[in-house]
């Protein structure tokens, strides 16, 4: 069993800069692939970024390429997405996500939620114009 809990959300002024934090429980952590999502009320959610178990420079959708970074500290058991020149659009709550089963990204099935098999609660982020 995994816990993912993130933290770091709030409200943010555009062109603003955030880090939201997953702090993963369990010694696998570090075997893990890990993503993150977005959700906006009335919308589906929404891949923004993963890595593989190693790090290294991860994948990211379209719309935060450039401006968000996903990074993650194995000896800490943390999983992190840096978000600058932040806008109105990013607001959503935002999810971290774990593969138990994989350490790498496997061709795009990584950028859709049933890849992942484990989930946070969730931590709002608000980008006010």
Known sequence: QVQLVESGGGLVQAGGSSRLSCAASGRAFSTYAMGWFRQAPGKERE?????????????????????????RDNAKNTLYLQMNSLKPEDTAAYYCAANSRSKVLIGTRYKTPPWYDYWGQGTQVTVSS
Do not use: E
């Open 47 to 71: 891949f923004v970024a993963a890595i593989g178990w190693s790090g290294g420079s991860g994948s990211y959708a379209d719309s935060v390429k450039g401006r968000f970074t996903i990074s």
